[in-house]
């Protein structure tokens, strides 16, 4: 997961904007390297869900499409390049608690099945459900995190 420092302070899973001409795959694979220094592999697509939020770069709320992908770590080949990231590694019966956004929040509940949420999500094996979620505040100066590469089974 990211610590992104700015606008306001967020833990949450690492993604990005897809660029011109690039496939969502490859957008993954980049935006992990820029937000957290890591190469990944062994990809595979949880689903997706649509997130309301404040662009500072352009003045305008936006509607992001966050497409949920599960992948494995392979090697740290830099420190994050993303300005106002940090790399951090929360053991997963944690993550869901400390996603500061609420569809983060749903799909770690579901991949690591971490009790029954309070609403339902549309993932990539099923063809309809509502998303209706609450987002929660957090306080990232009492965020565990460890420097080994976490289990993600």
């Not at 980049?30 to 649509?50: D, K, P, S, Y």
Request: hydrophobic share 35%.
């Amino acid at each position: 997961m990211t610590v992104q420092a700015a606008p306001d302070p967020e833990i949450q899973l690492p993604g990005g904007g897809i660029d011109k001409g690039e496939t969502p795959t490859r957008a993954l694979h980049r935006e992990v390297m820029e937000e957290t220094g890591w190469r990944i592999t062994n990809l595979r697509r949880l689903g997706a869900f649509r997130r309301f939020v404040w662009m500072p770069d352009y003045e305008i709320w936006g509607e992001k499409l966050c497409h949920i992908y599960k992948a494995q770590p392979v090697r740290k080949q830099s420190e994050p390049l993303e300005p106002d990231h940090t790399a951090i590694w929360i053991d997963k019966r944690d993550s869901a608690r400390l996603a500061g956004n609420a569809g983060d929040t749903a799909f770690l509940r579901m991949l690591y099945g971490i009790s029954s949420p309070p609403y339902s999500i549309r993932t990539a094996d099923t063809s309809s459900s509502k998303l209706s979620v609450f987002p929660q505040s957090i306080n990232i100066s009492n965020r565990p995190s460890r420097s080994s590469v976490p289990d993600f089974s």
